[in-house]
């Protein structure tokens, strides 16, 4: 599977759907594009876009966080970028803030709001799910489920929402 061309298709999903059906970041002044010490996780394979297109606003790293798939360690990259980008080249989880994908312990895929999200963003602190575009919230499930038919997604995601269970007690919340 070309997993760059995948990703490019998903990414189309979310050009000219946001959170809000007004610009967000008119609320908070783009806090989630400031540039600072943040960054996003790239999912499994997206990296290849990065690896395709260079482009010079983003810098990939390889971040500490690992998940294993078919017996071997896989690292997970970190894009960070310096609050100007290509809007049309970000990453899935920019073009998805403040939501995430999430796996139950039984196995089932949901959309929560990024809990870690809540520190940055007004629509994670103050917003329910329901309360977001009804497009932007369909597009998040059906780029999440596409992509849990891939094997190695899928057990990213394990490791990725026991990542996230950390954040969620923190901030006293259930997914």
């Known amino acids: 599977m070309n997993t760059a061309y995948v990703y490019l298709q998903l990414y189309k999903l979310f050009d000219d759907v ?4 007004i610009d967000c ?23 290849k876009v990065y690896d395709l297109l260079t482009p010079s606003w983003i810098k990939i790293s390889p971040s500490d966080f690992r998940y294993s798939f078919a017996g071997k360690r896989k690292t997970v990259y970190f894009a960070t970028c310096r609050g100007i980008c290509d809007r049309y080249q970000r990453p899935l989880a920019c073009r998805i803030f403040p939501l995430t994908p999430y796996l139950t312990k039984s ?12 520190s940055l963003c007004p629509l994670a602190k103050a917003m329910k799910k329901d309360d ?14 596409l992509l849990m038919k891939n094997a190695e997604f899928a057990e990213f995601m394990k490791y990725y929402s026991r990542y996230l269970d950390d954040y969620l007690k923190f901030f006293k919340e259930e997914a």
């Open 18 to 21: 946001t959170p809000l059906n």
């Open 25 to 47: 970041g008119m609320l908070c002044g783009g806090a989630c594009c400031k540039g600072d010490d943040g960054g996003m996780y790239l999912f499994p394979g997206e990296k």
């Open 107 to 118: 196995g089932r895929l949901k959309v929560i709001t990024d809990p870690r999200a809540k």
């Open 132 to 145: 977001y575009s009804r497009r932007f919230l369909k597009n998040v499930q059906r780029c999440f489920g």
